[in-house]
C-alpha cells in the first residue's frame, strides 16, 4: 500500500452481536495490524439497528449512519458466526438495508471464518448469496479462514495469524 497515497477506508462488520465473540476479536486483531495507509472502522450498532421494512421513510436511525459508513468505505470485511446453519438475523437485517440502494454494488467485500473446523459453511454459503443480491464484488483472496485461541476462556488471534489477515487486508484493497 501506498502510505503517500490517501488511506484506504476499510469498514469491519461483526455478524456476532455478543460481546467478546471471537469474529470481533478477529476483526480487532485486524484495527491492531495498523497497516500503513488504512484506516479501519469498526461498526458497532448491529444490536440497535432496526428491523428491516421495505420501503420505510424516513430510513430510522441509525440506519442512515449504517448506508454512510458502507458508502465512504473502499471495502467491507465481515466475519460472523453460523447460526442454525445460516447467517444470523441481525447479519441479514444489516445487509436488508442496503438492497434498495447502491452502497454495496461494486465493493470489495470479503469474510474472516473464525468457525471450528466443519462449522460456518451455512453462513458462508448464505453470505454469498446474499452479497450476491446487492452487487457486492467478493474478493476470494481475501476471504480467510483465520485460527483463533480459545484457551483458558480468553480468546486471541495468535501472533501466526496476523500476517495471514494482513495479506487478506491487502489483497481486499488491492480491488
Known sequence: MDAAAAPRQLLLICGS???????????????????????T????????????VPGQEPAPAPVPDLLARISGADAVLISTPEYAGSLPGSLKNLLDWTVGGSELYDKPVAWLDVAN??????????LRVVLGYVGARIVEEACVHVEVDRADGRTSVPAGERARLARAVEALLAR
Open 117 to 126: 473446523p466443519g462449522r460456518g459453511a451455512g453462513a458462508r454459503a448464505q
Open 41 to 52: 472502522d469498526l461498526y458497532d450498532d448491529l444490536v440497535a439497528l432496526p428491523a428491516f
Open 17 to 39: 452481536t455478543r460481546q467478546g465473540s471471537s469474529n470481533l476479536v478477529a476483526l480487532r486483531a485486524v484495527q491492531e495490524l495498523g497497516l500503513p495507509g488504512v484506516d
